[in-house]
Nanobody, 125 residues
Framework: QVQLVESGGGLVQPGGSLRLSCAASGFTLDYYAIGWFRQAPGKAREGVSCIRSNDGIRYYADSVKGRFTISRDNAKNTVYLQMNSLKPEDTAVYYC??????????????????WGQGTQVTVSS
């Protein structure tokens, strides 16, 4: 069964850090670009970051550049999102998704083949 499972969300104070994980089962992440998305209540889903499969090129939304870092460990079949200097506006459900194409990765949107169930991140004092 193909599955993506996110973990690592939680409650953190402004300025704090969290590391999200996206673990794949039933398929190998090596051949997929992996994106992170988020959706806050009442808002549209937003592409946050993506890492390509073949060359590891990374893309970030302007809202998270310099604060978030995406990485992948193909040996563990896992992708990470390190989130630093968190702000209240980062509060959302975070999802990871896999795409076989580089264009959806670059665009932080479009057609993704597999999605996780999401993990809640709340930034509040």
């Amino acid at each position: 069964q193909v599955q993506l499972v996110e973990s690592g969300g939680g409650l953190v104070q402004p300025g704090g850090s969290l590391r999200l994980s996206c673990a794949a089962s039933g398929f190998t992440l090596d051949y997929y670009a992996i994106g992170w998305f988020r959706q806050a209540p009442g808002k549209a889903r937003e592409g946050v970051s993506c890492i390509r499969s073949n060359d590891g090129i990374r893309y970030y939304a302007d809202s998270v550049k310099g604060r978030f870092t995406i990485s992948r460990d193909n040996a563990k079949n896992t992708v990470y999102l390190q989130m630093n200097s968190l702000k209240p506006e980062d509060t959302a459900v975070y999802y990871c998704a896999a795409t076989a194409g580089n264009i959806p990765c670059r665009n932080l949107g479009g057609e993704y083949d597999y999605w996780g169930q999401g993990t809640q991140v709340t930034v509040s004092s």
